[in-house]
């Protein structure tokens, strides 16, 4: 593996957006971090999503979670977005936080419970669910057993190091829709499910999420097709310099281009299908994932034709499936340039694009 063909991009604007990590996927990579995003303004910082390294990242990227202990100049998390809760996206929460320890509030905001049945492949195969007092947990879920996983760590270094209970700091919003006796945080006012494409990512209008807050940051969010992961969310960024849009893992999607609309940045996950295909063609679950890849991830093209429709001014390639380099940023960059005449980037782990308005 050569890794990427250029440097990460830079800037010093006070407003930018970084990708902390560009690869899809849960395998090991030797050239990319698994994917994650940030948001930073000034000197606070909103991740979006916690792929493998995350925590190695943000701290290279001037970012902690703890105010007292973060590079000169660099920014606190105050906010935490997962898009969804497949593995490569929530991997190095437990990193991120019992790394940095965070001894101020932190929000985190991600998917509902997802309720059941799980669609299985072919539609006839019977497959009981594991956990089945809670099989399908949202992200509140998924943080109170993290902490319970951890307690002795959690435990003995309060006792013995005199740290602070960090459980206290974090707090959980759930987005998603209401079903038998689940109440989502955050409601999303849609009749939906991860029962099939159509019913996974249904028409709607964008909901805000996070209301104006005193750094000028709002957030949207809206439903996109990842199923039979549900809820998988799309995330829209406004800020005093400019817009930023994370489409999460997706197949093409209405929704997202209503999300996306006029953003300075458009965020995307791209696959290439066939190189994945002959990659698992001896594995004996290859019909499941290539049909589940097919329906559920985006190709450069496609990719560029939902920017050209948004009316995006830049589309940033990432979470890259296949994610360890073995595809040039350029023939990215160049599949989805056929679809759209703004500016296309394949990102590079670490780049960083100044947020503006003009």
């Not at 910082?45 to 105010?67: F, K, L, N, T």
């Not at 089945?132 to 879920?141: F, I, K, N, S």
């Not at 996109?224 to 893992?249: E, I, K, M, N, W």
């Not at 496609?302 to 001014?313: C, E, N, T």
Request: charged content about 20%; overall charge negative.
């Amino acid at each position: 593996m050569v890794g990427p063909t250029r440097l990460p991009l830079r800037s010093d604007a006070d407003e930018r957006l970084i990708l902390l990590g560009t690869a899809g996927a849960s395998s090991p990579k030797a050239t990319r971090a698994g994917y994650s995003n940030a948001i930073v303004i000034g000197d606070v910082a909103y991740i979006i999503d916690c792929g493998e390294g995350v925590h190695r990242q943000a701290w290279r990227s001037g970012i902690s979670m703890h105010p007292d202990r973060r590079p000169r100049g660099g920014s606190t998390v105050r906010s935490i977005f997962f898009t969804h809760l497949h593995s490569d996206h929530v991997i190095d929460f437990a990193n991120l936080l019992f790394g940095f320890w965070p001894t101020t509030r932190v929000d985190v905001f991600g998917p509902g419970e997802a309720g059941l049945p799980i669609t299985p492949y072919p539609a006839d195969r019977v497959v009981p669910p594991l956990f089945p007092a809670a099989p399908t947990p949202g992200t509140r879920g998924l943080t109170e057993k993290l902490f319970e996983a951890f307690a002795y760590n959690i435990n003995v270094r309060i006792a013995d190091e005199g740290r602070s209970d960090l459980t206290a700091n974090v707090f959980v919003h759930e987005l998603g829709v209401a079903h038998d006796a689940y109440r989502p945080d955050i409601d999303l006012g849609v009749e939906a499910s991860g029962a099939s494409m159509t019913t996974a990512a249904p028409p709607m209008e964008p909901v805000e999420i996070h209301p104006l807050d005193d750094n000028g940051v709002r957030v949207t969010a809206i439903l996109v097709q990842h199923a039979p992961v549900f809820p998988a969310l799309a995330y829209r960024f406004d800020t005093p310099s400019g817009s930023a849009v994370f489409s999460g893992d997706t197949g093409p999607c209405d929704n997202l281009v209503r999300l996306a609309q006029g953003a300075d940045y458009l965020v995307h996950e791209v696959i290439d299908v066939d190189f994945i295909a002959n990659l698992v063609k001896k594995m004996p679950n290859r019909d499941n994932i290539i049909k589940h890849l097919t329906e559920s991830h985006t190709s450069p093209e496609d990719a560029g034709r939902i920017a050209r429709l948004a009316g995006v001014k830049t589309l940033v390639l990432s979470h890259l499936v296949p994610g360890d380099s073995e595809i040039p940023e350029s023939t990215w960059e160049a599949r989805a340039s056929a679809e759209f005449d703004g500016e296309v980037v394949c990102g590079v782990d670490l780049d960083q694009f100044a947020l503006s308005n003009s």
